[in-house]
Structure formats: structure tokens, C-alpha cells
């Protein structure tokens, strides 16, 4: 499966032998070693700073956390044992919720749409332009993380950051309920809102899971003929549920909260899909067809194990002849301006996402 | 210095207690070493694979070459074997200069403007809409590589692929001429274009010492009074002289062109100061005030030393109100478009360049 593995192993055992030369002149060593030769690229061990001349203190303060307790490995043996981890952490999650929308100035109530559970977030203080105008968000977290409340905080900060009504969509995750059970509630909300509002004045935005959802979603519209929205938002999107992209190698070990495909994702990605390919375009949108998909803007960061699943979905749109801006950030892991929407660098994201959505919503 | 060195050592050691342990679970022998506390990142030795499935076939050829031979770690100990080191070098790629062309459709003539020598680069067919327009080149190559006709492949290739004119700038290097002759040539052949071409007719481009010029050139355009250009394309400038950014960790090894700061770069950036601040903005163009700049489309790649580089520039550019679009290509290590025009991905990145400037440029 993962023949690089073993080739790993060997790699670290060379690395015994020639440590000290590599102490001496790594630039010798490094070239010498391997790279001179046609093939996979030979990378030593490293300690890698934090880039603190080149990001925010707070920034810099998020780089050096470790990695992600409890989520990023996780590998329960059964479904009781997933529920129970997903319970435990989305209690943290959930906790921190109020103290969010206070600082983001947002209120929130429940709801449900068609049948799904949904929360609403605005902010106390409503733009004129923005009161025709709603989003929808899907949240994070693998198909696995974050129900109910724990899942609302990428809503809270778009609320609070753009001055909009939020919808977020609690929709159903395995092992409870698999594929299509999540796509199926986000398609129900969204058949729900332009029941009462112009396609014109509807966003659809989500990070990761999230953003992966939002482009099987215009998928699952455009073969349903059900209008699209005016702009979507999908950040860091899981484009791509197989183990594939060029960083899912090169920031492995990097990113601190995906850290690795070889952590939860396989496992989560496998009992999202049920026993169906992880190449259907409803599960990996990548490997579907972006022609007249709307505007769309594009976030992820140097760090990120998604800045492959990010730019290769940029691409693809781009290809396809549709609008898409990308915004890199610096030092940024996976998604860290919806785990921390507080430091500066996250503020300017989700300014930018706003921004990018209200230039193409209709007033 | 870079403590980073000795600390890469002590890792190096590390791993060869550990490497048994590692063969077994790398999950648990990462988390448990050393990335369960605040600080640095510990990324153990990799051998990272070809995405062969993620990128054309002939970039996958691209990115399993080794790394750029005698380029990439150069260090000659004096001004005479810089020089020829740099005429070695040049030499082969100004052979391949005219098969490039050929291939292009794209005629060059040589000229001297405002006492500077230039490359003129036509396509032999020249859109309506395209025949008042100049596009200004700076070439890349570290302010050392890349004089006369070797420094002509950029702008051969969009020219051919844009159908635009371009004049390229044989601007003036150390060890002969640091720090500002360069500058200095650029700024008196873009006056040399403005005084027969509107600016809203002329576009400026250019790729790694050329991104950075090009962003230099605007600001000492802005400095001095002279209008500025309708569009520029600064490729995964060289913005920072200074060895800051997190690409410089997290892609070094990785990225088969520059490698390292720890090769070549440090000393032709030191060449070309000459004693001056590598922070001066002439020379490290992000610590410049880019309001005022005119729309700006970068381009860089998810191996790239200089995607720190990039994604800081056009953070900047968006923070200072420009209008500035970002393309990161799936594999790319430096500078690939300009290195070999002819992959596919190449051919897509000079397209969205010659698109932007085309949608900026008047008509």
C-alpha cells in the first residue's frame, strides 16, 4: 500500500551512518546521499523553527502548539467508540461556544429546515445591504467531528467578521448515519432557503469537510437543476478523500492538527463512504466537473496538509472557465482560521472570504 | 547563526535509537518524541514520492530530476570564478534559446535602449489587440545567472504564449556591477518604453530576481513620480533577500531547483548588496509600502523554497488594496514555468498570466 514505509525505514537507518558527516555539511550530504539521482526526493530529518519574523505573535503561538490531542490519530475500534470520542470532543468544542459569539458580537438560535437540524447566527447589528443576503455553511471535521453546537464556529465567525445571517447545517455523520446521509440534510437546507430566497442572495461556504461538501453540493445542484448560489467558499476543502496530493507528503508531521493521513482522515474517510468508491465525485468533488460553478475564493496556508486538495481544486475551477481567487497564509496548518478565528491572521481570511462573497451577492 | 543546524544533528542521532520503534508505529514515534510540547516542529527523515497522481506526466518527470547540478549550491570563492561559473552556465542555456523560440513561433531581436542592452521578443503573429501593447521582462537567476541571451526564455514564452512583445532587460550583475546597477537598468528602459508606449499599455513581468525587481521597479517608479504600469506579474519573487519564511524550513530538500537558502542564494544576495541592508526595499521589495500598485497575478508551487516568499507578497498586496490574484501549481519547486515552458502545467501558468495582464492591459 505505502511502499514509501519501508523506504522510510531505510532512509533513517542511512541517516545512523552518515550523521555526523551531515553535522559537518548537510549541503554535501544531502546532495550526495540521494538527490543526485533521478526519483523520489530524499529529505532529512529536520527541526523546523517556528516562522516567527513572518507571522503574528499569536500566529506564531498557534505554530508552536503540538499536535491536536485526541483527533488527529484517532482510530476507535468500534462505533461506540467513535461516538464516544466525537462526544467527548465536541463537548470542549461546544463549551468554548458562547465566549466565541460574545467576542464576535453574534447571537444564535435553532432551528430546523426540511427536517434537519440547523443553527442560525447573526450579528447584533445587521448592514442594510446584508439583510436579503444568507449563508449557508457546512461545517468540519471529517465527516466525523463536531455535531451540534461544536460545529458552530466557522458560522459565529463569518457572522461576527462579514455582518451576516449565518445557517449552519447540524446534518447526520457516521458511524450513526454514512454517506449520502450529510449531503442529503445539506441539500435539503439548501432546497429550504431558496424556497424563500433569489439564488442571487445565497452563499454556500464550509472549511474542510465543509468545503469538500460545498463543491459536491453545486455538483449534486447542477445534475438536480437546482439553481446555484451567487458565490461559494469552499476553505481548505476535502477535495479529495483518497490518499492522494503532494502534501499530504510534504507537511506530514508539519500541519498540527491534520499531521498526517495516516491519523484519523483514512479511517474517517472509509466510514464516511460506507464501502463505495472514495472517488465518486459526491465524496471526493475533485474528480468532478466544475463547469459553471459560481465565483468561489479559496483559503489554506504554507503548513497545510490540504494546500494539495486546495490548489488542485483552484486549478480544476480555473480550468473549468469559473472565477476562483486563492489566499495563502503564511505558516497557516489545516483550517486554523476556524480553530482560532481570534488571531489576526484568521481575521484577515475571513475578511477576505466576506469580502470576496458580498462583491458577488446580489444586493 | 542557525541553531536549527545542531538541533538537526541531535534529531539525525535521535532517530537512530529510535528507528526500530519508528518502522513500527510512525505515528506513535512522532507524537510521542517530540511534538507533544510547545515549540519547533520535529518532521523525522521522509522519502517523499513523485505525485505521480496528482500532475501531468511530464511534470512528474520534472520533479523526479535531482537537484539543479553546479546552480544550486555554487560558492566560488572569488570574483573571477563567479564569472565563470556564470558564463558556464549561461552558455548551455543560451543553446537551447533558439529551439525554444522555434517551438514558441517567436522571433528575437537584439537592441539597446537608454544605453541598456535588450532582447525583443515578437510572435510572428501579433493579435489587433495586442499591437500597442509592450510588456517589460526582468529576468530571474539569483542577480548572477541568466546575462545575454540565457536570460531570454521568460520572455520568449510569453511572447509566444501570450502573442505579446516583450522586451527583455540584459540588466547589469554582480560581481561586475551589485547593487543598483540591475535596478538602475531596469528603471532607464522602462522610462525608454514609457516614452513612446501609454502606461496603460505596458505590463512589467518577471520571474524569482525578477518578481522581486519588478515589485522593486514599482516602488522606485512610485518614489520617483513615474506612472506605473497597467499590470504586473511578479512569479515567486525573490521579495525578501533576508533568510526569513517558512518555506525555507518546511520545503528545503524538497524544492529540486534552489534546494536551499543555504546554497547559492545567501552569497548572491550578499554579492548583489554589497554591504547594503538586505532589508532596504530596493532590495526586499516586501519591506516596501505597496498601496498604489496596479493589479499583480503571482505564481509559485506547492515545493517551491519561495512559496513563503509568494504568499507573504501577495498578502501584502491584498492588505495594501491591491487588486492580486494567486496560482500555486500542484508539485511545482521553483520557478518550474520559466525553467521548462513546455509541461503542460507551464503552458497553463503563462496562460493565466497572459490572460490577467491581457484583462488589465488597454487596448
Same mark, same amino acid.
Given at each position: 500500500?505505502?511502499?514509501?514505509?519501508?523506504? +522510510?525505514?531505510a532512509?533513517?537507518? %542511512?541517516l545512523?551512518?552518515?550523521?555526523?558527516?551531515?553535522?559537518?555539511?548537510?549541503?554535501?550530504?544531502v546532495?550526495g *546521499?540521494a538527490?543526485?539521482?533521478t526519483?523520489?526526493?530524499?529529505?532529512?530529518?529536520r527541526?523546523? !523553527?517556528?516562522p516567527?519574523?513572518?507571522?503574528? !505573535?499569536e500566529?506564531?503561538a498557534?505554530i508552536?502548539k503540538?499536535? #491536536?490531542?485526541?483527533?488527529?490519530?484517532?482510530?476507535?475500534?468500534?462505533?461506540?467508540?467513535?461516538?464516544?470520542l466525537?462526544?467527548?470532543?465536541?463537548e470542549?468544542?461546544?463549551a468554548?461556544?458562547?465566549?466565541?459569539?460574545?467576542?464576535?458580537?453574534? +447571537? /444564535?438560535? +435553532?432551528?430546523?429546515?426540511?427536517?434537519?437540524?440547523?443553527?442560525?447566527?447573526?450579528?447584533?447589528? /445587521?448592514?442594510?445591504?446584508?439583510?436579503?443576503?444568507?449563508?449557508?455553511?457546512?461545517?468540519?471535521?471529517?465527516?466525523?467531528?463536531?455535531p451540534?453546537?461544536?460545529?458552530?464556529?466557522e458560522a459565529?465567525?463569518?457572522?461576527? =467578521?462579514?455582518?451576516?445571517?449565518?445557517i449552519?447545517? *447540524? =446534518?447526520? /455523520?457516521?458511524?450513526?448515519?454514512?454517506y449520502?446521509?450529510?449531503? @442529503?440534510?445539506?441539500?435539503?437546507?439548501?432546497?429550504?432557503?431558496?424556497a424563500?430566497? @433569489?439564488?442571487?442572495?445565497?452563499a454556500?461556504f464550509? +472549511?474542510?469537510?465543509?468545503?469538500?461538501?460545498?463543491l459536491?453540493?453545486?455538483?449534486?445542484?447542477?445534475?438536480?437543476?437546482?439553481?446555484?448560489?451567487?458565490?461559494i467558499?469552499?476553505?481548505? !476543502?476535502?477535495? *479529495?478523500?483518497?490518499?492522494s496530493?503532494d502534501?499530504?507528503q510534504?507537511?506530514?508531521?508539519l500541519?498540527?492538527?491534520?499531521? %498526517?493521513?495516516?491519523?484519523?482522515?483514512?479511517?474517517?474517510?472509509?466510514?464516511?463512504?460506507?464501502? #463505495? *468508491?472514495?472517488?465518486?465525485?459526491?465524496l %471526493?468533488p475533485i474528480y468532478?466537473d466544475f463547469?459553471?460553478?459560481?465565483?468561489?475564493?479559496?483559503?489554506?496556508?504554507?503548513?497545510?496538509?490540504?494546500?494539495?486538495?486546495t490548489v488542485?481544486?483552484?486549478?480544476?475551477?480555473?480550468?473549468?472557465?469559473?472565477?476562483?481567487?486563492?489566499?495563502?497564509?503564511?505558516g497557516? %496548518?489545516?483550517? =486554523?482560521?476556524?480553530?482560532? !478565528?481570534?488571531?489576526?491572521?484568521?481575521?484577515e481570511?475571513?475578511?477576505?472570504i466576506?469580502?470576496?462573497?458580498?462583491?458577488?451577492?446580489a444586493?
Amino acid at each position: 500500500m505505502r511502499p514509501v514505509r519501508s523506504a +522510510t525505514l531505510a532512509l533513517a537507518l %542511512s541517516l545512523c551512518t552518515l550523521a555526523p558527516a551531515y553535522a559537518q555539511s548537510p549541503l554535501e550530504q544531502v546532495e550526495g *546521499d540521494a538527490n543526485k539521482g533521478t526519483g523520489p526526493r530524499t529529505v532529512p530529518g529536520r527541526i523546523i !523553527p517556528v516562522p516567527t519574523a513572518t507571522v503574528s !505573535p499569536e500566529l506564531a503561538a498557534t505554530i508552536a502548539k503540538p499536535y #491536536r490531542a485526541l483527533a488527529w490519530n484517532a482510530n476507535p475500534p468500534d462505533a461506540a467508540a467513535w461516538t464516544a470520542l466525537v462526544n467527548h470532543l465536541a463537548e470542549g468544542a461546544a463549551a468554548a461556544q458562547p465566549g466565541w459569539r460574545e467576542k464576535l458580537g453574534v +447571537t /444564535m438560535t +435553532t432551528g430546523v429546515m426540511a427536517g434537519v437540524p440547523v443553527f442560525i447566527l447573526q450579528p447584533k447589528e /445587521m448592514p442594510a445591504e446584508n439583510r436579503n443576503r444568507v449563508l449557508l455553511n457546512l461545517h468540519g471535521g471529517g465527516y466525523v467531528y463536531g455535531p451540534g453546537e461544536a460545529g458552530t464556529g466557522e458560522a459565529a465567525a463569518m457572522a461576527g =467578521y462579514g455582518h451576516f445571517k449565518v445557517i449552519e447545517v *447540524d =446534518y447526520r /455523520m457516521p458511524p450513526a448515519a454514512p454517506y449520502p446521509a450529510a449531503m @442529503d440534510d445539506a441539500m435539503a437546507v439548501y432546497k429550504a432557503v431558496l424556497a424563500t430566497t @433569489d439564488p442571487a442572495h445565497v452563499a454556500v461556504f464550509g +472549511t474542510s469537510t465543509g468545503g469538500g461538501m460545498t463543491l459536491a453540493l453545486m455538483l449534486r445542484a447542477k445534475a438536480e437543476g437546482v439553481p446555484l448560489p451567487a458565490a461559494i467558499a469552499p476553505g481548505t !476543502p476535502w477535495s *479529495d478523500l483518497t490518499d492522494s496530493g503532494d502534501s499530504y507528503q510534504t507537511n506530514e508531521w508539519l500541519d498540527n492538527i491534520l499531521v %498526517s493521513y495516516q491519523g484519523y482522515l483514512g479511517h474517517a474517510a472509509k466510514l464516511y463512504a460506507n464501502g #463505495r *468508491d472514495l472517488k465518486d465525485p459526491q465524496l %471526493s468533488p475533485i474528480y468532478g466537473d466544475f463547469h459553471g460553478f459560481p465565483p468561489a475564493i479559496l483559503t489554506t496556508g504554507t503548513r497545510d496538509l490540504f494546500l494539495s486538495n486546495t490548489v488542485r481544486t483552484h486549478r480544476k475551477l480555473r480550468q473549468a472557465g469559473v472565477e476562483a481567487e486563492l489566499q495563502v497564509f503564511e505558516g497557516f %496548518s489545516h483550517a =486554523y482560521y476556524t480553530i482560532d !478565528p481570534f488571531i489576526p491572521e484568521s481575521r484577515e481570511a475571513f475578511g477576505e472570504i466576506a469580502q470576496f462573497l458580498s462583491a458577488h451577492l446580489a444586493k
